[in-house]
């Protein structure tokens, strides 16, 4: 093959992790790593801005190098385009795939109230902008059906009950998920819980059914005692670092260190979050997220000018990720779980989370909203479950229509496969457009998913060994 089809350049991306090197083919998801020459080869024909390029013609770019290592190079190179494995085609852009249709998911916001009074809350501190109100066991029970009657071939649907804080109505659900098992064996669908908790109002009479009806738990902590305390306090000012910590410990205990993810959320307070999930691991939470702010007019919202520092910390957690496992102790950081074999399918990475067609929100009054973020945009409402359900048709056709292929910043972006272009809501928020991504945002997941190939490839690297000395001590 004497011609090298190099593609559109958002097919083919290099990066440097920690100092290693690497080439992402997008579309076929395979991932090289690189030694010196290779990278300064690559990055130089990708700078020719071209779609293809003859061999000969690479030849006088590379006129400082070596050339027989420049051909050999060339031929590596040559010979992965023919395998697939460089430079291949989008093919999913000519030939989309049909989409999932029918509800999956549904966010029951059990309490719009809360017991805390979190800085940068998106939600108002609870009650969203407006009262201070719990679900009626009705109203939950009406949102139940709606997500049975509408989920049409999917037998596993998924409920997070939310807030604000849920367990402000706690009575209610327990109530629900009696329902919910209920109607599990009249249809056959098979349902997963999900209670998203500060989890200062744990007992353990609480932990106890949590855990009888398996149900998984997001618990809320910000990390070290001095961050969650100043971004996380009660109502009326007082700290809450210690009482979160003792009975997040009982909860995870209770259900053998399963189940549940400890999620906390950094600002310009904590730019060396980092530290936030070292302090987690410390108190022995493996399963951890901590998620940038998103906001914007407050001291504590993140800029621009804090990037290079975010993209530190990440490289950092990285680092402490792969030494982890390494040493054969290794957590789950929701942000670095990227799997290169075995992903999400196609479709599922054009749509991403399926907010406004797979996915609803249902507020304590009944309303329907696309996802819990949009709650209080009014524009944003689909219907009610009281009265008709879903009537808004045109905007679910809008949300059905936000896939990668048609947002114009997402089918410019090597991410668009792993990000399934970003957060709806944030684009909302920032832009005004749920077609037009947060661009901070982007930078953030683009950093994260760079990341988390970085580690995959030194796993990968890691495992071989392993195996080739087991295979060697086998052999003596």
Partial sequence: MNEIKIGKPQDTHLFTVNNLKYLLDVPSGSLH?????????????????????LKEELKGAFNDLDQELVTEIVNELVELQAKGQLFSPDEALTNLPKLPTGLKALCLNLAHDCNLACQYCFASQGDFGGQRLLMPYEVGV????????????????????????????????????????????????????????????????????LNENDILLVLSLDGRERIQNQMRPTRDGRPT??????????????????????RGTYTRENMDFAADVLHMLKLGFRHVSIEPVVTKNEKYALIKEDLPRIFGEYERLAQAYLDAYRSGKPFDFFHFSVNLLKGPCIAKRLSGCGAGVEYIAITPEGDIYPC?????????????????????????????????????????????????????????SFNGDIMKPHNFSCELQRKRIECSLYIQSQIHCFNLSQEALCQRRSSN
């Avoid at 290779?38 to 390029?53: D, F, K, N, Q, T």
């Avoid at 989920?151 to 009696?178: M, Q, T």
């Avoid at 945009?377 to 009610?384: C, R």
């Avoid at 936000?402 to 272009?421: P, T, V």
């Fill in 372 to 428: 819990h973020q949009f709650v209080g945009n009014k524009e944003y409402i689909l219907g009610n479950v009281l009265k008709k359900g879903i009537v808004k048709s045109d905007i679910v056709n809008q949300f059905d229509k936000a896939h990668i292929y048609n947002k114009e910043d997402c089918r410019k972006c090597w991410a668009r496969f792993f990000c399934s272009g970003g957060c709806h809501a944030n684009a909302f």
């Fill in 241 to 262: 670092y210690k009482k979160t910590v003792e009975l997040i410990k009982k909860v995870i205990d209770s259900r053998e260190g399963e189940g549940y993810y400890v």
């Fill in 142 to 209: 009406k949102a139940i059906d709606l997500l049975i009657e509408n989920s049409a071939k999917r037998r596993h649907l998924e409920i997070d009950f939310f807030g604000g804080e849920p367990l402000l109505n706690y009575e209610v659900l327990k109530d629900l998920v009696a329902y919910i098992r209920k109607r599990e064996k009249e249809t056959a669908k098979i349902f997963t819980l999900t209670v998203t908790t500060n989890g200062t109002l744990l007992d353990d009479d609480k932990i106890a059914w």
């Fill in 33 to 53: 790593q690189l030694d010196d020459a290779a990278y300064e080869i690559l990055r130089r024909i990708l700078a020719l801005g071209r779609e293809s390029v």
